[in-house]
């Protein structure tokens, strides 16, 4: 087995460093907001709506508000400003007050002396409602007779992609229907805080969050408070995977806080983490894909359907994306790429790793599988004839300027070493398809090979103003020069710490490089989503450092050393020579404060062009699969992964993202699901979702293309949502290999692998929205204003 | 209810309700907060700790079952600060088996207890041991490389 350690303990940029976090979180010393403690908290508790779809007629807290050691009880008339907030759209209650819209919708808050008696007490809240009929199916929402759940209807966007001549002719056509199912993030850390009410009338938050900022902008209105009294600091994350982009407690133990004067901690439990964050978006799509006798892509003709649920969130976003990609990274001179994303009554979705770009990864490679089977060609080989690269148009318009090393992905990942066949003799019983339950000896095995590409774009796209703040602090420490970086931006786990502390190594020649806790005591980070803190953080890491090492040289250049400065080992070097020691030059600290912004880019026109995406970071995966055909149980043998990081900060930190997104997409082909009828989750417990163990996970063979992005610090693209979209459509390529089954609905479950269930089917695709343009509707409403007020009933603003 | 634990070597007394689990008396009563509480069904191993040198999910476990027993944590593998951590712990720093860390503690734990029992375990007798213990960040694989990596030492007498 090859081990890629991380020996060393200082390091910079493009070293396997260890991470800086982790020798307390190896000790269970690193404090999750579930580990938060502080003298004298109360701890609060959430009631929660269980209809999908009532009106509110009372609330009765009579028997609540006398119970044993409640502090306080509070509903949306007790919510002190903004009675909604959203991270895109302000469109939802942070507590109910006339309508509730989904199944786990907040409706009160208690606080209690202790957990129990928090719980008991909201068990008291009597609430009565009027049930009504709720729309929980995302093709039901969009017809004509559907109740509407907005004052506009049920479309929260439309996008509309034209590019080409969508009419095109091509030689031969592949048509496919596909859906995919709910999958959940599943952090092992729960949503968990602890708000402080301060002197000041204001109140210090310490959350677990994927961004400071803006969980602030939405929470400072809420509380009738100026932003610079509600002042966050960050709690340990423990995962996030875009469950924390949204909002959970936040507001709710503020409220509770500034109520009673008293510290509150709300930690949820694993049930109500499922109805408090949202989800991946289930999908439905439709697509043709046409080529000509020699294989190339000549036309492809996608209809994506999204479910987002009861709210906004980041639905907007992340249907621009799917439909923005839903073409696969290939040249494709013709397309008609349309893609809706709907309110429904269902638990709100938004982000989750890979954003809308998973989805429809799923179906435009089970498209080249049946394409390459319709033209008898290697699905590898026709994927490599019509890969895009630098300079290729896609659909959007759009140029890919940077770094685009498709065919370099597919070439290793094809050539990475299949996995020996395991002889029977001497096979271990727990290495069979459902193994640890002992059910065969491997009776019925059928192996199959899948291959698939993908892309998604780094960072925040369509015109969005995206930056991160660093301040860099060099000091002189007891034992010689250090530095201090000071961001908001979060570290969720994937390394973000580690790599702006190697940058500030890189570029200040010095070893000793502390973390300053994240909070808002400097701008925003932007948003730990979307692949982009490795690029955003290292990037505002670089200003910042070059800013104070020259603020140190212009020290040294007024002590009269002239020539080309440089740091080596503590010392400052002028064209080579000594010339002193930079604690010398540090009586006074040096302090340098920068943003990075990455290149800005264009909103969608209404034929869906302009120049949308930063950049795009492709994958390559080929996956062998065994499927026990009497059972219909899988194993997952063999992952060989080629990622695209631009270039690697660090390398195992890289080897970590292909590794663990593997494992999430391997989730979302073979098990992991949502499971929702009438707006209800059925499955919110680790017992009833399942997510991969050690026993599901294969190895995984990584290798890294190197391909510096162009223009950009250290030419880092990101790595972290990549491989969770391949491996996905990877490994129901491989166990459709295996199996000659249809497979297009995903999880792939046992029924389906044995043929006891069909594919699901059809009666084609709804037609298109009678909606004005890509704008979201809430935009072209008038309410595009972030934060907006578009509360369900209109009348959030208090 | 009163309760007397040996926690890590020292005796320590607890007022607590009878509903409490023992993950809950060692968070919110001795104040040991390694032990994480991810599921609060079994299902996820995030709370293994060794009780009366069995390795048990302390979620599953009565706070009153442990009236009168020992429990050790992961707190008892290392030393204060840097220095003196459990090779298994080390292990894990090397190989890059932690992202977010969450996980991390009762791995560590259930990861020693394996160990300990069989110093060189096969790879399906690591996954078996292991599968218990849920984690969403790394895949698993560089935990795999953690394991080979301590058992080596191990075997190696390094500790």
């Known amino acids: 087995m090859s081990v890629r350690l991380g020996e060393r303990l200082g390091g910079g940029v493009g070293e396997s460093v260890r991470r800086v976090d982790g020798i307390p979180k190896v000790k269970g010393e690193f404090a999750y907001g579930g580990d938060l403690w502080h003298d004298d908290m109360l701890f609060g508790h959430t009631l929660r709506s269980p209809h999908p779809r009532a009106r509110i007629r009372s609330i009765d807290v009579s028997e609540a508000l006398g119970g044993p050691g409640v502090h306080a009880l509070l509903l949306a008339e007790d919510v002190p400003g903004r009675r909604t907030y959203g991270l895109e759209f302000a469109d939802q209650p942070v507590l109910a007050w006339d309508e509730v819209q989904y199944v786990g919708q907040p409706v009160a808050v208690v606080a209690a002396e202790t957990p129990e008696l928090a719980r008991r007490a909201v068990g008291r809240i009597a609430v009565d409602y009027e049930v009504l009929q709720p729309v929980t199916d995302m093709e039901e929402a969009l017809s004509p007779d559907a109740p509407k759940l907005r004052e506009w209807g049920n479309v929260l966007r439309h996008v509309r992609i034209v590019h080409g001549d969508p009419d095109a002719e091509a030689d031969v056509w592949v048509e496919g229907y596909y859906e995919t199912g709910m999958q959940d993030q599943a952090a092992l850390g729960l949503e968990a805080g602890l708000a402080i009410p301060a002197e000041d009338g204001g109140v210090d938050l310490f959350v677990s969050t994927q961004w400071l900022h803006v969980d602030r902008k939405q929470i400072a209105p809420c509380l009738g408070l100026p932003e610079e009294k509600v002042r966050l600091s960050l709690a340990g994350v423990g995962g996030a995977f875009g469950s924390r982009e949204d909002l959970h407690m936040q507001i709710h133990a503020c409220m509770l806080a500034l109520h009673t004067g008293r510290p509150v901690r709300i930690t949820y439990d694993r049930a109500e983490s499922f109805l408090a964050h949202v989800h991946r978006h289930p999908s439905r799509i439709w697509m043709r894909t046409g080529a000509s006798h020699d294989g190339r892509l000549v036309n492809v003709r996608a209809r994506v359907v999204v479910d987002g649920g009861a709210f906004a969130s980041s639905s907007t976003a992340v249907i621009g994306n799917a439909t923005t990609f839903a073409a696969g990274p290939y040249e494709v001179p013709n397309a008609l790429l349309e893609g809706t994303a709907v309110y429904t009554n269902n638990p709100p979705c938004g982000a989750m790793r890979g954003f809308g770009a998973p989805q429809v990864c799923f179906a435009y490679e089970a498209q080249m599988d049946k394409l390459a089977k319709t033209l008898s060609v290697d699905p590898i080989e026709l994927r490599l004839l019509n890969a895009a690269g630098t300079g290729s148009v896609l659909p959007t318009g759009q140029v890919i300027r940077g770094s685009a090393p498709v065919r370099e992905l597919i070439e290793r990942a094809r050539d990475i070493p299949m996995p020996e066949s395991e002889r029977a003799e001497i096979r271990d019983p727990v290495t069979y398809p459902g193994g640890a339950g002992n059910v065969s000896r491997g009776e019925s095995l059928k192996r199959g090979v899948g291959f698939a590409l993908g892309y998604k774009n780094v960072a925040y796209s369509e015109g969005f103003d995206d930056f991160h703040e660093a301040r860099v602090t060099l000091s002189a420490g007891a034992e010689g020069p250090m530095a201090e970086v000071h961001s908001a931006g979060v570290e969720c786990g994937q390394g973000l710490s580690t790599v702006m502390v190697q940058a500030a190594r890189t570029e200040l020649g010095i070893d000793d490089v502390r973390l300053h806790l994240a909070d808002t005591e400097v701008d925003s980070a932007g948003s730990t989503s979307a692949s982009r803190q490795t690029l955003m953080g290292s990037g505002a890491v670089q200003l910042a450092a070059r800013a104070a090492r020259d603020e140190l040289f212009s020290r040294a250049r007024a002590a009269g050393h002239g020539g080309e400065l440089s740091i080596e080992d503590g010392m400052i070097r002028s064209d080579g020579a000594a010339v002193g020691e930079v604690i010398d030059f540090l009586r006074e600290p040096v302090v340098a404060t920068r943003v990075f912004r990455h290149r800005t880019t264009t909103a969608m026109d209404h034929r869906g062009q302009g120049d949308v995406h930063v950049m795009f970071a492709f994958s390559a995966q080929r996956a062998v699969v065994e499927v026990d055909e009497d059972l219909g149980l899988v194993r997952v043998v063999q992952v060989a992964s080629a990622m695209d990081p631009g270039r690697s900060i660090n390398p195992q930190g890289v080897e970590g993202q292909s590794e663990g997104g593997t494992a999430m997409g391997l989730g979302l082909a073979v098990m992991e699901e949502i499971q929702v009828t009438d707006g209800i989750i059925g499955n919110a417990s680790f017992t009833d979702y399942l997510i991969p163990t050690i026993l599901d996970m294969p190895p995984v063979v990584t290798e890294i293309v190197e391909a510096p992005e162009p223009d950009v610090p250290y030419g880092v693209k990101g790595a972290g949502e990549n491989a969770t979209i391949v491996a996905t459509a990877a490994i129901v390529s491989a166990l459709r290999h295996a199996t000659g089954r249809e497979l297009n609905r995903i999880p792939v479950r046992p029924d389906d692998l044995v043929g006891l269930v069909p594919p699901v089917t059809t009666s084609g695709p709804p037609p298109p929205p009678d909606v004005p343009g890509p704008e979201p509707m809430p935009t072209f409403f008038g309410q595009d204003e972030v934060q907006a007020d578009i509360s369900p009933s209109g009348e959030g603003r208090k | ?159």
Not at chain 2, 25 to 50: I, M
Not at chain 2, 66 to 81: I, K, Q
Not at chain 2, 97 to 126: I, K, M, R, W, Y
């Open chain 2, 1 to 159: 209810m009163l309760i007397r634990v040996n926690v890590n070597g020292e005796w320590q007394e607890a007022d607590v309700w009878p509903g409490a689990s023992l993950l809950f008396a060692l968070r919110e009563d001795f104040g040991l907060r390694g032990s994480k509480n991810a599921c609060e069904q079994g299902e996820c191993g995030s709370c293994s700790v060794w009780l009366d040198g069995e390795l048990v999910c302390a979620c599953l476990v009565l706070a009153s079952q442990a009236h009168e027993r020992e429990v050790r944590t992961v707190e008892s593998l290392s030393g204060p600060g840097e220095e003196g951590l459990h090779p298994v712990q080390e292990a894990f720093l090397e190989a890059g088996a932690v992202q977010c860390g969450f996980c991390t503690p009762g791995l560590v734990v259930a990861v020693a207890d394996l160990l300990d029992h069989d110093p060189s375990p096969s790879e399906a007798a690591v996954r078996e041991a292991l599968s218990g213990n849920l984690c969403r960040c790394t895949g698993y694989q560089k935990i795999m490389d953690a394991v080979s990596l301590a058992a080596e030492r191990k075997r190696g007498g390094d500790w």
